[in-house]
């Protein structure tokens, strides 16, 4: 008895210990940590009552694994853009179309799977943020589904696949996205509190349109749904790239070159230095464990302590280097004429000075340190691409091997 007792306790050591180091644990309201847990454990239990309750008849599956697939193959072509979206941002991005149209084909059940697997997509495919907000971010958007797919139910109305396409129907369906919106939209309210935004109530309004359209198409021309799926995907992509080259040339937060302007002087100076034959360096920066920052005091420290970083990087470089921010807490610098050797130099001198770097709390103050990654040409690439991609691999190493260090990219042999 002890024996099994004792292995049971094994069994759920890893996860207590997993659980243990979120930095959900962190943050500094009480109230706050208990609206998240409420809001996640609600979302289980309303998803496994409704399992039990009304469960999926097998004549929902084809549906079910038809907008999964749609849904996943989406997705994956519009990866590059996603990830290109805030990490604090939430919601579930494209996959909002897919998911309402899933509240109005299917069981509500199904309709919450349907959520999971967006969220274990976007975690292992697109970008693994703050466990804890991407679980919250889920739940927020599983009870949105669930809210809108009961609305018919409630109402006695039949459901979507056998409704007639009248004014007594599109008024369901528009209060039926009205709740999903407005669910969600609630729901992410808190979120700003833990540095978290919501990913905006038009795109929502957007994603939920085509949602519409998605299941119409299924159920009364599926081939049309094809052509939907195509255009939601270029539509989307297009949309962020325009309003990624709309930016201004500048950072607001921060005052440094935007990642897109950054780019486009970076190609100049390479080409020219390239064919002039000089050295050139790169340098990755990306602060350590920002995010818990973040939740520990707030995000407006947060934006100091990003401010205060751009200043060191201002005052550590050369009139002639270019810095930019590349998203979030991640910095880029290019150094003309400057060696492997000099840049490491300077790279571990910009992280010493950014780990002796603090922003006043009224009595504490608040810093971060910083990791590096550092590549240069031409040994470790002919275009300005694979500099880049090389300083990142450097980088991630600095994170494996602990951070608040500088990594210098070596090829493999």
Not at 100 to 116: K, N, R
Not at 197 to 202: N, R
Request: charged letters at 20%.
């Amino acid at each position: 008895m002890a024996t099994g007792s004792r292995g049971r306790r094994d069994r759920l050591a890893v996860p207590r210990r997993m659980l243990g180091t979120w930095s959900l644990w962190e943050l500094p309201r009480r109230g706050l940590i208990g609206y998240l847990l409420l809001v996640d454990v609600a979302a289980l239990a309303a998803t496994t009552y409704l399992f039990v309750l009304r469960p999926p008849a097998s004549s929902s599956l084809l549906p079910f694994f038809a907008l999964l697939g749609g849904m996943i193959l989406s997705s994956e072509v519009s990866r590059p853009v996603e990830r290109s979206r805030a990490d604090t941002r939430l919601g579930a991005g494209l996959d909002a179309a897919w998911i309402f149209a899933g509240a109005l084909l299917l069981p509500p059940a199904l309709a919450a799977v349907l959520v999971v697997v967006s969220a274990g997509y976007r975690w292992c495919r697109i970008r693994r943020g703050i466990p804890h907000r991407q679980v919250f971010a889920a739940s927020a958007t599983m009870l949105s589904a669930l809210g809108a797919s009961i609305i018919p139910v409630l109402l006695g109305a039949p459901p979507f696949i056998d409704a007639t396409r009248d004014f007594e129907s599109f008024a369901l369906v528009f209060a039926t996205g009205l709740v999903f919106l407005s669910v969600d939209a609630a729901l992410a309210a808190p979120a700003a509190e833990f540095g978290a935004e919501p990913s905006g109530f038009a795109f929502d309004a957007a994603m939920v349109a085509f949602g519409l359209l998605l299941a119409w198409s299924a159920v009364d021309w599926p081939f049309v749904t094809v052509v939907l799926a195509g255009a939601l995907v270029v539509l989307h992509r297009a949309g962020t790239m325009r309003a990624l080259r709309g930016h201004a040339s500048t950072d607001a937060g921060t005052g440094l070159l935007t990642a897109s302007s950054w780019l486009d002087g970076a190609r100049t100076q390479f080409d020219l230095l390239r064919a002039s034959g000089a050295d050139l360096s790169l340098l990755m920066l990306d602060l350590d464990h920002f995010a818990r920052l973040n939740d520990r005091h707030g995000r407006h420290v947060g934006d100091d302590v990003l401010r205060a970083v751009a200043d060191t990087l201002r005052a550590e470089v050369r009139a002639a280097d270019l810095v930019g921010r590349f998203g979030g807490e991640e910095f880029v610098v290019l150094l003309p004429g400057t060696s492997r050797f000099d840049a490491h130099a300077i790279a571990e001198r910009i992280r010493l000075r950014i780990s002796s770097t603090f922003v006043s709390l009224g009595g504490t103050f608040a810093g971060a340190t910083v990791s590096i990654g550092v590549s240069s040409h031409p040994a470790d690439g002919d275009t300005l691409d694979r500099l880049v991609g090389a300083a990142d691999q450097a980088l991630r190493a600095a994170k494996a091997a602990g951070r608040n260090r500088t990594v210098v990219f070596e090829t493999e042999d």
